[in-house]
């Protein structure tokens, strides 16, 4: 499971022909307008997207009282342990386990499970009335967790076509729902417009407009697992 990211805003399926992967889901936060990540990635050890460098993000007076907590969200981490591949979730201050050495990271959040912590992620404050995610609301979402034994999940929720405005989950039905898979630690992905999943040859969208029709937005970044050497002889 690694991070992928493009210059351009790219679909689940332009991301799958790109790199040849099995299975794609929408990964981090992005701005629409400057297609600027607000999510930090790390692949093969390099820092490669820094939500600092989003000047829209910075500059966003609205935003200042909570830049501290955006940059400290939750991260999907690869680390190699010696001659061993771990996967975890943790925040971006959290340091690798003794011995173990970043590989990949990519930034999403909030945490769902053990806990979910939107207020610690700067993505809710309830005294001034911000809900970045709409996180009480039923909308489609992505997320990504592990169970105890280290199997990754990945999970969207779609939309209803005929309720639109009705279907979908909120972020503590989510953090429940991927406890029912016998998820351990999970984290919330860039959801609503962006939810989109690709496996095997065929791509899902989660959100549906007012019509109810599928809405296939292009992303900037997503978590993939690509075909194997062997798979491609």
């Known amino acids: 499971m690694t991070p992928a990211l493009s210059s351009q805003l790219n679909t689940v399926e332009e991301f799958a022909n790109q790199y040849r992967a099995v299975a794609i889901i929408n990964a981090g936060f992005f701005d629409p307008v400057n297609q600027k990540t607000t999510s930090i990635i790390f692949q093969q050890g390099k820092l490669i997207a820094n939500p600092k460098d989003n ?3 910075v500059n966003n007076s609205d935003l200042k009282p909570y830049l501290n907590k955006i940059f400290n969200r939750a991260e999907f981490r690869r680390y190699l342990c010696e001659q061993t591949v771990r996967y975890s979730i943790g925040l971006h201050s959290e340091s690798p386990p003794t011995g173990c050495q970043l590989v990949d990271a990519l930034g999403g959040g909030p945490q769902l499970l053990p806990e979910l912590t939107s207020v610690q992620e700067g993505f809710v404050d309830n005294a001034n009335g911000r809900d970045a995610l709409g996180s009480t609301k039923p909308n489609a979402r992505t997320a990504i967790g592990m ?18 405005t009705h279907s979908g989950m909120s972020l503590p039905e989510l953090a429940n729902f991927m ?3 016998g ?8 959801g609503g417009s962006s939810s989109s999943l690709y ?4 791509a899902f969208y ?13 992303v900037k970044s997503v978590l993939m697992i690509q075909e194997t050497l062997r798979d491609l002889k």
């Open 55 to 57: 000047e829209r993000l």
């Open 147 to 164: 169970t105890g034994d280290g199997t990754i999940i990945l999970a969207m929720v779609a939309q209803k076509r005929n309720a639109p």
């Open 179 to 181: 406890k029912t898979l």
């Open 183 to 190: 998820v351990e630690k999970a984290m919330n992905l860039d």
């Open 199 to 202: 496996y095997d040859g065929k």
């Open 206 to 218: 989660g959100k549906v407009d007012l019509e109810g029709s599928l809405v296939r937005r292009p």
